[in-house]
């Protein structure tokens, strides 16, 4: 069965930069949409960008857009997120996770639902 393995979080100040990296285990991506998600302490996990396979077409929360890039690696396996201009508000467990690419839908970032596989997680924390 597809695993998803997170990489890439740690420790930044803030205005720092961290790239996030989701890799396929036991499988390939081929046909997810790839989402990233984060919970932070007490709260709900909420939905911070997706890509479409088949097009690449992405999606961002109102909150990340213009700090954080979201894109696939040429072999399509790999996912990551570059995170720039990072701010303590962006302290959070990260999670990436697959959902069936519905093209021509652009993917879904608001309905956790629709996502079929999970990471375990990778912790960032933004902190002087």
């Known amino acids: 069965q597809l695993q998803l393995v997170e990489s890439g979080g740690g420790l930044v100040q803030p205005g720092g930069s961290l790239t996030l990296s989701c890799v396929a285990s036991?499988?390939?991506?081929?046909?997810?949409?790839i989402g990233w998600f984060r919970q932070a302490p007490g709260k709900e996990r909420e939905g911070v960008s997706c890509?479409?396979?088949?097009?690449?077409?992405?999606n961002y929360a109102d909150s990340v857009k213009g700090r954080f890039t979201v894109s696939r690696k040429d072999d399509k396996n790999t996912v990551y997120l570059q995170m720039n201009s990072l701010k303590p508000e962006d302290t959070a467990v990260y999670f990436c996770?697959?959902?069936?690419?519905?093209?021509?839908?652009?993917?879904?970032?608001?309905?956790?639902?629709?996502?079929?596989?999970w990471g375990q997680g990778t912790q960032v924390t933004v902190s002087s």
């Open positions: 890509i479409n396979y088949y097009t690449d077409t992405t």
């Open positions: 036991g499988g390939t991506l081929a046909n997810y949409a």
């Open positions: 996770a697959g959902a069936w690419d519905r093209y021509p839908d652009i993917c879904p970032l608001l309905d956790k639902g629709k996502y079929v596989t």
